[in-house]
């Protein structure tokens, strides 16, 4: 009888570990990103996903707003990166968090706007990445 549950055990550890390596090969039900979602003269929104992954790390993403100037993408005056905005926890397939600029874009002018994400997991699994939402135009 011993033997037997020795065995029972033995399976039951291989198929629990089975488990915990495949959530931990970055195998997911979802993913992770960023976009744009309000873009005109007097705001700027964006909206990012950050992909859960079973552990119990903190999701949180800021982000910056860009234009094209022409030396290339830079941040926009004032207050152009956002706090730390909570996501969730990786527990869950995916968290999400966004954050609206207010702008003022001069008139006759025309301008390319972007947002910039840092996504971030915190905690049992410390990680982070960067996406970029599409760019839109405003002005003219």
């Known amino acids: 009888m011993a033997r037997r549950t ?16 495949h959530a931990q090969t970055g195998e997911q039900l979802s993913s992770s990103w960023a976009q744009g979602n309000v873009c005109n003269a007097t705001q700027l929104g964006a909206r990012a996903q950050l992909a859960g992954d079973g552990t119990k ?4 993403v800021r982000f910056t707003a860009q234009w094209l100037s022409p030396d290339g993408w ?10 730390w905005q909570s996501a969730g926890s ?17 008139p006759g002018n025309q301008y390319q706007l ?5 996504l971030r997991w915190s905690g049992e699994t410390s990680r982070s990445e960067t996406h ?9």
């Open 114 to 118: 972007r947002s910039v994400a840092e």
């Open 74 to 83: 830079a941040s926009l005056g004032g207050a152009a990166t956002s706090p």
């Open 132 to 140: 970029t939402t599409g760019t839109c135009t405003i002005g003219g």
């Open 6 to 21: 020795l065995i029972f055990t033995a399976i039951c550890t291989v198929l629990v570990g089975t488990g915990v390596a």
């Open 57 to 60: 790390s903190d999701l949180s």
């Open 90 to 106: 990786a527990e869950y397939t995916w968290g999400q968090a966004g954050w609206t600029f207010s702008i003022s874009v001069p």
